[in-house]
């Protein structure tokens, strides 16, 4: 069955005026208002329904890595240089812009330059079947990675959505190889067996341009994430619509980062896990449910002056065909780094502290301090996750105040 047609691809603005949604005079951050919302009305500023095959390069523009210094959890970082660990030689990545007007930039990583973009990122008919396309993200390798993200920081109201599914990154059950070829490990990270864990991120908003990086340095940028790692033995539970019981196979996590709570060295802040209808404690890793392979799934991040608001359609092992809608207001979550440049955080998200074991003497959260927003989807770990994954109907919504 086709499905009804798709808007137009050209979006009203170009990608300069874009940027400028974030920039100071033009929809800069304002400090928390009132409850009632303005009147206004959302409008489509980009959308990429994924449907040319031509949209991404077969071929991928290697360039030896340069190892980005963004911050001590970096490749490179001081976190890493402190206990001896150097980032693999050679490395390569591929980044370039995509979409209309160039809004979305693609970013790979590998450990060779032979291997083609068509075989981490490209158009392809839909799994589901139909004439319908979408785009394919594959990490061939553990050691792979490939992210999806907007080559400007989110303007200060927003919607993003997109459609997801048909993931094969494991499956989390003892005993089988959870998607991998057997005996990957974590290194030179990590000397950790890597296939334990293997999953991909739905959607996550982070404080910085997430680039494909060590599983550390994603940790420590995230804001709010829907994400799957599959895994075993398993480390956190799962609501099976009348208790949690623990399980690690074909989770999905909703949650969002508590900055008031205590860094860890390597997992970053702890989890708002929210779950059986609300927010869960701090630090309890909670999943909203299961989700079922060979099926498509519907996500959405909305974010105001208030706070987030996640919303999960489509159809779960446990819930059946429903949408999981969760709210993380600032008034009542230090959400970490939710306050975009010029707003100081409430006072007791400030943390000037250094991180844990980072070696450097950066605070954690300044009260000077200001991140905007960034999307992103894919696999963002090197040197964890091995498996496929499709996303289709990328659309970025700003909200017109007025009548």
Known sequence: MRRAPRPLRAAPLAAAAFAALAAPGCGEARAPRAPAPPPGRWETLFYEPFDDPSLLPEAAPWRPDDYPDDGPHADAGSYFRARGVAPPRPAYRASLPFGARGWLTLESYGRTDATPLRELAAVVPDPAGGANRALRLRSPAHSDGTVVRPSAPLPRRY???????????????????????????????????????????????????????????????????????????????????????????????????????????????????????????????????????????????ERDDAGFVVELSGEFRHGGRRTYRAAFPFDAHCVFHYNPPGVPPRGACVDESPAPEADSPAPQWPLAGGWPDWFFFGDPHTNYYEGTAYYDDLRLEVFREGG
């Not at 990270?189 to 296939?195: G, L, Y």
């Not at 994400?227 to 969002?256: K, Q, S, Y």
């Not at 701090?282 to 392979?293: E, F, H």
């Open 159 to 301: 919607r993003v959505s997109l459609r997801v599914g048909y993931a094969e990154f494991g499956d989390g059950l003892a005993g089988g190889p959870n998607g991998y070829d057997g005996g990957e490990t974590a290194e030179p990270w990590s000397t950790k067996d890597a296939t334990e864990q293997n999953g991909f991120y739905w959607l996550a908003i982070t404080d910085a341009p997430t680039r494909p990086h060590n599983n550390v340095w994603v940790h420590h940028h995230r804001k709010v994430v829907v994400d799957t790692d599959n895994h075993h033995p398993p480390w956190m539970e799962i609501f099976d619509g009348a208790r949690f019981e623990p399980g690690g196979d074909r989770p999905v996590m909703l949650f969002a980062l508590d900055g008031a709570g205590r860094t860890h060295p390597r997992n970053g802040k702890p989890f708002l896990s929210w779950s059986a209808g609300r927010v869960q404690p701090s630090g309890a890793i909670r999943a909203v449910d299961r989700y079922l392979p060979g099926r498509w799934y519907s996500v959405r991040v």
